[in-house]
């Protein structure tokens, strides 16, 4: 059981700013933590494509763009491919979302490779603004929504900002575009054995900007790991619980981290 590689909840709980943090550039797909989910990421954009793939007309330069750069991190991806960015989602773990700046001014979703979304459906997302994104958000709207854009517009090519999310889930399954299964899953589980029972799911995600088109690449990688072995020593069980209970409550009902309080607090207990 290997240590997961990113414990978010030590920083404290989650919040509903952005908190995007700059990197190195260098780290902005490598090391690719989940390398070994590649070959169930592609069986999903194979059998699934109509669910996990979408491009708008006018996006095919970015996606262009878009690939040669991911290629030149991580290689060429494995087999034949339909579309450009489909190829270059193949190659990494992360999932490619590209946005473009319409002629209003407003950064709209034109194309994505999207294999494991939390809880969210491309179909339903694709050409829509930033406030459409992120409608179901408490709070999103308008300040949140605002803050994003202004980090959109000034966001130079080379940079590459970072930022972090996560939850826990009854189950290791990375699509997931409804939380509807776990919900009826984690409400069937018993509190006795929850630490064995759930996992912990972590999206680290990445903001750049494109030379040549100014179209803004938004990458997904998602993690996912025993609750277990995030809970590895005292320290990690007291901050997560923090974390869990420091969360404003509006946003846990949200994310539906009541359906999971149950179990968590018995897992807790059982890490202690």
């Known amino acids: 059981m290997r240590r997961p590689p990113y414990l978010p909840f030590l920083s404290g709980p989650l919040s509903l700013a952005p908190g995007l943090k700059p990197i190195s550039p260098e780290a902005w797909l490598s090391p690719d933590t989940e390398a070994q989910a590649l070959p169930e990421k592609r069986s999903v954009m194979r059998h699934h494509r109509g669910e996990v793939y979408g491009a708008r007309n006018g996006s095919e330069l970015a996606a262009l763009e878009l690939a040669s750069a991911v290629h030149a991190v991580a290689g060429p991806g494995e087999g034949d491919w339909a579309s450009a960015l489909e190829g270059a989602a193949s190659a990494v773990s992360d999932d490619l979302c590209i946005l473009i700046k319409d002629a209003g001014g407003l950064w709209r979703l034109e194309a994505a490779s999207l294999c494991a979304p939390t809880f969210w459906c491309l179909g339903e997302k694709l050409g829509e603004p930033l406030g459409g994104l ?139």
């Not at 308008?142 to 996560?166: C, K, T």
């Not at 990375?174 to 759930?198: D, N, Y």
């Open 134 to 272: 992120h409608g179901p958000v408490p709070g999103a709207n308008p300040g949140m929504v605002s803050r994003i854009h202004r980090m959109f517009d000034a966001v130079q090519p080379g940079q590459v900002l970072e930022r972090f999310n996560w939850t826990v889930q009854p189950g290791a399954a990375r699509f997931t575009p409804s939380q509807a299964p776990f919900k009826q899953i984690a409400a069937q589980l018993p509190a006795e054995g929850a630490l064995g029972s759930l996992w912990f799911r972590v999206e680290r995600q990445t903001i750049s900007k494109l030379s040549m088109s100014g179209a803004v690449v938004f990458t997904i990688r998602v993690a996912i790991d025993p609750l277990r072995a995030a809970l590895a020593g005292a320290s990690h069980v007291e901050a997560f619980r923090a974390a869990w209970d420091g969360i404003d409550p509006v946003l846990a009902d949200y994310k539906g981290w009541p359906h999971y309080s149950r179990l968590v607090r018995a897992a807790l207990a059982e890490a202690t």
